[in-house]
């Protein structure tokens, strides 16, 4: 199963990542979604809301189309599905990612939490803990919070 597992997640990476530059990039993609995916879950209910600002999100990003972004996130489903933790994928973020580009993660999970309108304390938590897990300030990760509602205030 593992085996079948692993041959499905290189086949749809090749395609769906040919604009990343090496699998380094390929895996920080996947990483990186995974924490969003991770953050849809998180109060329990997955909105369509949540997945177009997962996909959004992504497209910002990365500077991938649509179809690409729903790629990636539906293989970043299934990684986040057979992982044990989040810890794998915080820590390539933190040591890939330069503190703005860990910033702009934290705000990132911000809209998914917010994208159903309603930001529950589960999803609080998750935002800390990625936060926490990647090294953003505290102050960073409150004002992270505030531009987004501040955005979608006006």
């Excluded at 395609?15 to 993609?29: F, G, H, I, K, W």
């Excluded at 979604?33 to 999100?57: G, K, Y």
């Excluded at 990365?62 to 915080?90: G, Q």
Aim: net charge negative.
């Amino acid at each position: 199963m593992f085996k079948n597992m692993k041959q499905f997640f290189e086949a749809r990476i090749q395609s769906v990542m040919e604009n990343a530059t090496d699998s380094d990039e390929q895996s920080l993609r996947l990483a990186t979604t995974a924490l969003m995916i991770e953050m849809t879950r998180a109060d329990f209910e997955v909105t369509d809301d949540e997945r177009s600002a997962v996909d959004v999100a992504l497209r910002d990003l990365f500077a991938i189309s649509n179809s690409e972004a729903k790629e990636l996130a539906l293989l970043a489903e299934a990684e986040v599905d057979s992982a044990a933790c989040l810890f794998d994928f915080t820590r390539m973020v933190d040591q890939s990612f330069t503190q703005p580009q860990k910033q702009r993660v934290v705000e990132m999970l911000w809209r998914v939490a917010f994208a159903d309108t309603h930001k529950d304390h589960h999803e609080e938590y998750l935002v800390r803990k990625i936060a926490d897990l990647i090294h953003v300030s505290h102050e960073d990760f409150i004002k992270a919070r505030h531009r987004v509602e501040q955005g979608l205030a006006g």
